[in-house]
């Protein structure tokens, strides 16, 4: 079973930056991919960045594109999501995600979907003041 552990969120100023971390386990195959999703107060889980475990190649959304970078550890399998210049609108709690199956329709990995994702961590909150 595929267990996924969050952490590093916390309280940031506008401008400022935050490390967050995925720490995950129990893996069967190598070809997998872990994603960041975000979802503020009121609002519905949207997908920030992916990173794929089969050649490394990275995904964000374009409201973070430039400012947050992903990246992974594959000997301790932790991605990690460095985010840099936070603004307000970024508060939200940030989760964790495996797609153990990534799968490509016509040349094209549709990352974003959370119905892609088996498997979910707990989320970590972070909070950036104005």
């Known amino acids: 079973e595929v267990q996924l552990q969050a952490s590093g969120g916390g309280l940031v100023q506008a401008g400022g930056s935050l490390r967050l971390s995925c720490a995950a386990s129990g893996f069967t195959s190598d070809d997998y991919a872990i994603g960041w999703f975000r979802q503020a107060p009121g609002q519905g889980r949207e997908a920030v960045s992916c990173?794929?475990?089969?050649?490394?190649?990275?995904y964000y959304a374009d409201s973070v594109q430039g400012r947050f970078t992903i990246s992974s550890d594959n000997a301790k399998v932790t991605v990690y999501l460095q985010m840099n210049s936070l603004k307000p609108e970024d508060t939200a709690v940030y989760y964790c995600?495996?797609?153990?199956?990534?799968?490509?329709?016509?040349?094209?990995?549709?990352?974003?979907?959370?119905?892609?994702?088996?498997?979910w961590g707990q989320g970590t909150l972070v909070t950036v003041s104005s």
């Open positions: 995600a495996a797609d153990l199956d990534p799968t490509y329709w016509s040349g094209n990995y549709y990352w974003a979907d959370l119905d892609e994702y088996d498997s």
């Open positions: 990173i794929s475990s089969s050649d490394g190649s990275t």
